[in-house]
Structures are given as structure tokens and as C-alpha cells.
Nanobody
Framework: QVQLVESGGGLVQAGGSLRLSCAAS????????MGWFRQAPGKEREFVAA????????YYTDSVKGRFTISRDNAKNTLYLEMSSLKPEDTAVYYC?????????????????WGQGTQVTVSS
């Protein structure tokens, strides 16, 4: 059974930093794309960043480029999202997701496995 378990969320002041982690288990992710999504209150879930498990190519939505960094540790089967220069508009529940296959897609409907989410709150 595939499990994605996020951690690292919390309350931080604007301009601060957080690192989210996602422990993945239950399948081999070497042929997959892993992603981070977020959902703010009253809004749809949106793509934040993705990484190809093999090769490590990364992709970001424009609003986080230069501030967020996605990475993975193959040995630990763990996905990370380093977030810096946080803004109040980054406040959301952040989800880890995995998509079978090597093509990077930003649509939430194309991801096969999801974590339960971790809350990130940025105060002004």
C-alpha cells in the first residue's frame, strides 16, 4: 500500500523559512514524478513544484520560483520542499503527491497517490 506522509508544516512569520518532508513507501518511485501541491481556504488545489525521481529535473509554478526548492533523497525515499522568503499568500495546506510515469504534469487529477497534507501558515 502506497503511503505518503508529510511533515514540517507550521506557523512562520513573513520572510521566514520552512522545510516540508514527505516520507514515501509502498512502491518503487524510480519511474515516477513527485510533486507538491497546496490548497488555500476557499480555493482549488494548485500545483507548486515537481521533480522527476530519476534524474532530478525540477519544475515550479511561477509564484514560487526563486523561493522554493524541491528535492528528493533516493536512499531515504523522501521528498522535500524548502520554502524561503515566505509570504502570507503562501498560507495553505501542502500536499505531497506521486504520479506514475516520467512525464511531468501539473494537473492534480493526473496524480495517483496523495498524502494527508500539512498546514503552513505565514503571518504578516
Amino acid at each position: 500500500q502506497v503511503q505518503l506522509v508529510e511533515s514540517g508544516g507550521g506557523l512562520v512569520q513573513a520572510g521566514g523559512s520552512l522545510r516540508l518532508s514527505c516520507a514515501a513507501s509502498g512502491r518503487t518511485f524510480s519511474g515516477d514524478v513527485m510533486g507538491w501541491f497546496r490548497q488555500a481556504p476557499g480555493k482549488e488545489r494548485e500545483f507548486v513544484a515537481a521533480i522527476k525521481w530519476i534524474g532530478g529535473s525540477t519544475y515550479y509554478t511561477d509564484s514560487v520560483k526563486g523561493r522554493f526548492t524541491i528535492s528528493r533523497d533516493n536512499a531515504k525515499n523522501t521528498l522535500y520542499l524548502e520554502m524561503s522568503s515566505l509570504k502570507p499568500e503562501d498560507t495553505a495546506v501542502y500536499y505531497c503527491a506521486a504520479k506514475r510515469g516520467v512525464v511531468v504534469i501539473t494537473a492534480t487529477s493526473r496524480y495517483d497517490y496523495w498524502g494527508q497534507g500539512t498546514q503552513v501558515t505565514v503571518s504578516s
